[in-house]
């Protein structure tokens, strides 16, 4: 009964069979799946963006920040926004490698002329009841208004004019970290974010 | 009537968390709070059901030697779906639970009922098995969120309970906060149970 060929046909079809259904829901969830990826996205972009009638997510600009360790281009995506057509602000992801326990990624919506309009933190593993607060709107709401030029980009306890949390300094260095490294790219490669042709690297 | 007693008992006397002590791992993990600990529990049992109807109805053409492969492929499809079907409908509960529903996966309690019970027995007592042992586990993991989410957040199922003046005990959302409700809790149970006799 229990010969060999035996157990590979009841293994094969069993496998098959699992690899056939679970085709059949990939095939009807695809669809809903992306969509509430985008919408997440979407929604993301409105709370850092000032007012737009385009959607950002369709006008954007991919530009090199630099390599990763093995010499592989390190890309980030510049979502613009439109208001009747000039541009009203611009929003970009960076990552803040330094957090207490893993990347924080961070949605940081800018002005054209490169002051905060409002971050987002997009996800992060830190500390619940320190360290996630970063994720608080009261928290968020500090960096609003704030430019290289008017702000010292660091928390108060390095010197800098950024508020920490009680208990949870690491969080909020990171993030202040983060955006400001995000705000001197933009300063740097403006001319190619704002660009209108969809130029700059493919 | 004795399927009724099976549930019941799948539910206190053999529960899967408090009493089989099976299946720690999400228990522990994902209840920071009642909704999360539902969501679980649901997904789990979910699984639970749908892979002991499989395996029981395949126990007779599944050779005993392949059996613990062809297991665990039936229960890797469905936490699949569950997975899929959470991320396009329900994606807030996916991103709380995160990378722990395709841990249901290597949850043993799964696992150990399709050994232990549906490849053993027929298909309606091994669905009347997965429905009573997937309630017990999704009861165990929501008292358990609950009592966390209680102490630790000040809310139960989102809706503050104490005001604003309570100040959170942090270290019950924290991991060992865990194991600190798992521990009382189950001790509450054994008290309730020693009174009893």
Redesign the interface.
Known sequence: ??SIP??VL??TL??AG?GL??SL??SV?RE??AE?RR??MLRALQAVLPPADNSPDEDTVELVVGQDKRGRDVMRKFFRGRKDGQLSGLAFKVVAPDGYSGNIDVMVGIDPSGTVVGIEILSHNE????GDKIAFPEYKKTFAGKNLDNADWRVKKDGGEFDQITGATISPRAVVGAVRKGLEFYRDNKAEVIADSQGGTQ | MSLVNNIKKSIWAENAVFRLLLGLCPALAVT?SAENGLGMGLATTFVLVCSNIVVSS?RK??????RI??FI??I??FV??VQ??M???F?DLHKALGIFIPLIVVNCLILGRAEAFASKNKLLPAVVDGVGMGIGFTLALFVLGAVRELF?SGTLLGYSVFGEGFQ?L?LM??PPGAFIAMGLLLAGMNLFDARKK
Request: net charge negative; proline share 12%; glycine share 4%.
């Open positions: 009964m229990n035996r157990l009841v293994l069993i496998t699992a259904v679970l829901v990939e969830t809903p799946i509430q919408q997440e500390t619940p009841g320190l | 920071t395949l053409v599944i050779p005993p030697k392949v492969p062809s492929v039936v890797a499809s699949t779906i899929l079907c991320e396009a409908y994606y630790g959170p942090l959302i924290l």
